[in-house]
């Protein structure tokens, strides 16, 4: 069973950083598809960036291009790293892993797009 795990998570004061990890387990012979996404208290879950199966693409959400990235330890995608510098009260929120075993590129900002998510890992700005 795949399953995605979240951890890294915790409070920081604004403009401090933190690395999530997801660990995708699950025996796999391709590279998944990774996901982050993040829901605030309040709103809906919202994409923030993913990282293709092979890894050379990467994409942000405007609000964190620059500020956050995303990254692999492998090349089956089985552990993903999301890096957060500058962090501000914006980005308090509960952070979602998601994964896919879909190579398309499409709609990766999309939640549709992956079938494996994880809790969620509480990442709290204090402002």
């Known amino acids: 069973q795949v399953l995605p795990v979240e951890s890294g998570g915790g409070l920081v004061q604004a403009g401090g950083s933190l690395r999530l990890t997801c660990e995708v387990s699950g025996r796999t012979f391709s590279p998944y598809t990774v996901g982050w996404f993040r829901q605030a208290p309040g709103k809906e879950r919202e994409f923030v960036s993913a990282?293709?199966?092979?890894?050379?693409?990467?994409?942000y959400t405007d609000s964190v291009k620059g500020r956050f990235t995303i990254s692999s330890a492998n090349t089956m995608n089985t552990v993903v790293y999301l890096q957060m510098n500058s962090l501000n009260a914006e980005d308090t929120a509960l952070y979602y892993c998601?994964?896919?075993?879909?190579?398309?590129?499409?709609?990766?900002?999309?939640?549709?797009?992956?079938?494996?998510w994880g809790q969620g890992t509480q990442v709290t700005v204090a402002s």
């Open positions: 990282i293709s199966s092979t890894g050379r693409n990467l994409y």
């Open positions: 998601a994964a896919t075993l879909s190579r398309s590129l499409a709609d990766v900002r999309r939640e549709l797009k992956y079938d494996y």
